[in-house]
């Protein structure tokens, strides 16, 4: 399949998503730059777009559509519809990826599917790398002082210990919090992989948490219309 081709030119530019995580000595995760690529899975369900039930993704979506990340950074599974619809599907890991990358990865990869160059090259050329790292050793200069890189590197040595997850994602139930992300920047007009304009996309994120969860983002029709997602457990 001409995605899985177009996933691994995408892969060269965004190397970060075809590294493995693995634990250092502490237990702490470490990012191993070894080209272990990701999962790619193609499908076929027996079912038609206007069947799969969009109001409750943790049922209709999640397993099914959206697949299990097996080992390293990302996983991608390309769903056949009997409809002809085709359902592109990712899972990647946050760790490493957040979503403004993930959507420049996005667009790139159609793009790439396409043989269109990319909008968003991630590979600087020589001379504007130079320019970069000048600029950056000239910043340093200034800013940077022997009691900076000591502060600091005491800080790491007295907090590395500590899980680095938000409290407010395991909060108990005596303190009510809501988490409101946002996935209105979700390019989903700018993804085409040559069979027309997706017809929708969006951000799926499982949930286990005690706080409540809702998810906004804009309509693929392009009207200004919002789209919210939460999970249906909250009622």
């Known amino acids: 399949m001409f995605l899985r081709v ?17 634990q250092n000595l502490a237990g702490e995760p470490e990012i191993l730059c070894n080209n272990a690529g990701g999962n790619f899975i193609e499908a076929w369900e027996d079912v038609e ?9 943790d049922e209709s979506i999640e397993a099914k559509l959206v697949p299990k990340k097996k080992y390293g950074v990302l996983a991608v599974q390309v769903t056949e519809l009997k409809c002809g619809g ?29 043989s269109k160059p ?28 022997k009691e900076h890189f000591l502060g600091l590197i005491n800080w790491v040595e007295n907090h590395r210990l500590e899980p680095a997850l938000a409290r407010i994602y395991a909060t108990d139930e005596d303190t009510p919090a809501l988490v409101v992300p946002s996935g209105q920047q979700f390019p989903v007009r700018k993804i085409e992989f040559g069979w027309g304009e ?32 939460r999970p249906n457990r909250f009622g």
């Open 86 to 114: 085709v359902v592109v599907g990712c899972t990647f890991d946050h760790r490493v990826v957040d979503a403004y990358s993930f959507n420049m990865f996005l667009v790139s990869w159609a793009e790439l599917a396409l």
């Open 6 to 22: 177009s996933l691994g030119e995408t892969l060269v530019s965004y190397y970060a998503f075809a590294v493995e995580l693995v």
């Open 49 to 57: 777009l206007k069947e799969i039930n969009f109001y409750n993704p």
């Open 198 to 229: 997706a017809v929708f996309g969006s951000y799926h994120f499982p949930w286990e948490g005690k706080s409540g969860y809702v998810m906004s983002m804009l309509s693929p029709k392009g009207n200004g219309d919002w789209i919210v997602e």
């Open 118 to 145: 990319l909008s968003h090259p991630t590979i600087l050329s020589f001379s504007a790398a130079s320019l970069f790292l000048r600029s950056l050793h000239e910043f340093l200069e200034r800013a940077v002082t």
